[in-house]
């Protein structure tokens, strides 16, 4: 499979720990973003990574939140002292290119947070 | 912020019939994307149109795209219960930043009868 993938698929931590999810895009993708998704909403963007330069922070991105793309292929999520408010779902995507009209984003499944 | 807004919210149909979903948006675009979400998985990419385009079909879907009211519909023809799903409108628009990046909507929830 080919696809975006992401890493776990679930995770359940206690409020306060430390958590990090992985996401490997597809290969020759040079665009990388995360979302964050909370039940009937529609994704909200976080951050953005062309190659390894992160372009773009959304101000939900708080101080805790930190995400990371070494080597312009895989990037991890870090979201230190967990908050309930953090449990959602978390979406990779990636797209090649610099942007434009034909700029086709593709998603992995998502990795399931839930603070308890 | 969220810049696209689906209408309606939720969207209760029997097989057969066609589903339309429209999607409105604040600022210029360089493309508007439609995408399918099953019930708690992630998101699938259905089609995407460019901004210089008006309509475009793919398979049973049917996609519009109005940039002087800054609006987008989906149509599904001939619905069938595994169209059942969220659907969401996204935007790929410049940011303040200079850089684009897709911008969803609230999405709405098709439920196909049997």
């Known amino acids: 499979d080919t696809g975006v993938s992401q890493d776990p698929r679930h995770k359940i931590t206690k409020r306060g720990q430390n958590v990090t999810f992985r996401c490997d895009p597809i290969?020759?993708?040079?665009?990388l973003y995360w979302y964050r998704q909370t039940l009937g909403q529609g994704p909200e963007f976080l951050t953005y990574?062309?190659?390894?330069?992160?372009?773009?922070k959304s101000r939900l991105l708080s101080d805790r939140f930190s995400a990371e793309r070494p080597k312009g292929s895989f990037s991890t999520l870090e979201i230190q002292r967990t908050e309930q408010g953090d449990s959602a779902m978390y979406l990779c995507?990636?797209?090649?290119?610099?942007?434009?009209?034909?700029?086709?984003?593709?998603f992995g499944q998502g990795t399931r947070l839930t603070v308890v | 912020s969220q810049q696209g807004e689906e209408d309606p919210q939720a969207l209760s149909i029997q097989e057969g019939e066609n589903a339309t979903m429209n999607c409105s948006y604040k600022?210029?675009?360089?493309?508007l994307q439609w995408y399918r979400q099953n019930s708690g998985r992630g998101l699938v990419h259905l089609i995407l149109?460019?901004?210089?385009?008006r309509e475009k079909h793919s398979g049973r879907l049917r996609v519009t795209l109005d940039t002087s009211k800054k609006s987008s519909s989906l149509l599904i023809t001939a619905s069938r219960a595994a169209d059942t799903a969220s659907y969401f409108c996204?935007?790929?628009?410049?940011?303040?930043?200079?850089?684009?990046?897709?911008?969803f909507g609230k999405g709405t929830m098709l439920l196909v009868s049997p």
């Open positions: 995507a990636s797209s090649l290119g610099t942007g434009g009209p034909d700029t086709e984003a593709f």
């Open positions: 290969s020759e993708h040079n665009r």
């Open positions: 990574f062309q190659n390894e330069a992160q372009l773009e």
């Open positions: 600022t210029s675009i360089n493309n």
């Open positions: 149109i460019r901004s210089n385009e």
């Open positions: 996204a935007t790929d628009a410049l940011r303040n930043s200079g850089y684009s990046t897709l911008t």
